[in-house]
């Protein structure tokens, strides 16, 4: 149904009068005649009974008049909401992460959900190796990781929103003389307990010291399925671990760990906003944006 005809309409049936309506929108009053003659051969019905002198609804005007400003507001209304969907006001977004790195960014989603509040947002915690998959197959816009276990792939657009690093971790009464910081080759003197999916740089470097050093120690290096098998292991003493050390914070129970900083080797990390580049839904790149400058506010100098 044309909107024009629409109004068109609505004002003869006000007025009562064909001449009144068409000066009301300044055109003809033949021009506004053939609008309503197309608005009913569209409807398939009469609108208007009118002769020389009078213009009177029909049974199917009246309902059509009766509803016509209902009609209107709510066109009016889907355009309102098209539009903020086009500008990323409204719509929805997926993101995916792991709980442990929720502390890390919670701040820069409740700021999103306040500028856009029509915005639908879900976020789920999936396995830490799957958050790349996930973003390349398309199942979410959006996916906090780190940069080690981003592939190198064309279709993912990498932007770093936090930096790390990677800290030892052992139980608060693991027997070491270890203190706050160490060598490569003291840790090496300890068990390690390493989950599979975790493979920073420098975890490479530590273990080809390792295996350059041929100290039986270094044979002790355990690698286990997840994050919390390594920590359930590190929890009852059977060696050490390494986590960031934002995560570490996050840990139910964390005062039960101590960490120890590595002196001689670099464990930086950065935590990634990952999305596909082909993904061009502006709620993502209004998140994408509101990230970027979180993260230029809290870099600059004081």
């Known amino acids: 149904m044309d909107l024009m005809s629409l109004k068109y309409f609505q004002f003869v049936a006000m007025y009562r009068n064909f001449s009144r309506a068409a000066e009301h929108f300044y055109i003809g009053q033949s021009a506004l005649?053939?609008?309503?003659?197309?608005?009913?051969?569209?409807?398939?019905?009469?609108?208007?009974?009118?002769?020389?002198?009078?213009?009177?609804?029909?049974?199917?005007?009246?309902?059509?008049?009766?509803?016509?400003?209902?009609?209107?507001?709510?066109?009016?209304?889907?355009?309102?909401?098209?539009?903020?969907?086009?500008?990323g006001y409204d719509g929805q977004l997926s993101i995916a992460t792991v709980a442990n790195f929720g502390p890390m960014f919670t701040d820069l989603v409740k700021k999103f959900i306040a500028t856009y509040p029509n915005v639908k947002i879900r976020i789920d915690d999936i396995p830490f190796g799957e958050l790349s998959d996930s973003i390349i197959n398309g199942v979410y816009d959006l996916a906090f990781t780190f940069?080690?276990?981003?592939?190198?792939?064309?279709?993912?657009?990498?932007?770093?929103?936090?930096?790390?690093?990677?800290?030892?971790?052992?139980?608060?009464?693991?027997?070491?003389?270890?203190?706050?910081?160490?060598?490569?080759?003291?840790?090496?003197?300890?068990?390690?307990?390493?989950?599979?999916?975790?493979?920073?740089?420098?975890?490479?470097?530590?273990?080809?010291?390792?295996?350059?050093?041929?100290?039986?120690?270094?044979?002790?290096?355990?690698?286990?399925?997840?994050?919390?098998?390594?920590?359930?292991q590190v929890d009852m003493g059977?060696?050490?671990?390494?986590?960031?050390?934002?995560?570490?914070g996050t840990l139910h129970g964390s005062d039960r760990y101590r960490c120890c900083e590595l002196s001689d080797m670099d464990t930086s990390c950065s935590l990634l906003l990952i999305r596909r580049k082909d993904n061009v839904q502006k709620t993502v790149q209004n998140f994408v944006d509101l990230a970027r400058d979180n993260r230029r506010v809290r870099r600059a100098p004081r």
Not at 48 to 55: A, E, G, I, L, S
Not at 175 to 204: K, M, N, Q, S, Y
């Open 33 to 87: 005649s053939r609008q309503i003659a197309n608005l009913e051969k569209e409807l398939g019905v009469q609108l208007f009974n009118r002769d020389t002198r009078n213009v009177n609804l029909t049974a199917a005007g009246s309902v059509l008049y009766d509803n016509c400003d209902l009609l209107l507001r709510h066109h009016e209304l889907v355009g309102r909401l098209i539009e903020a969907a086009k500008s």
């Open 147 to 232: 940069d080690y276990a981003v592939p190198h792939n064309d279709q993912v657009a990498k932007m770093p929103v936090g930096d790390d690093h990677f800290v030892a971790v052992m139980s608060a009464d693991f027997p070491t003389t270890v203190g706050e910081t160490a060598t490569t080759r003291d840790l090496l003197e300890l068990p390690v307990i390493i989950p599979r999916h975790i493979d920073p740089p420098f975890l490479r470097q530590f273990r080809l010291a390792g295996q350059e050093s041929g100290a039986p120690s270094a044979g002790r290096i355990e690698y286990v399925p997840n994050t919390l098998t390594a920590m359930l």
């Open 238 to 248: 059977l060696g050490i671990t390494f986590l960031p050390k934002a995560i570490l």
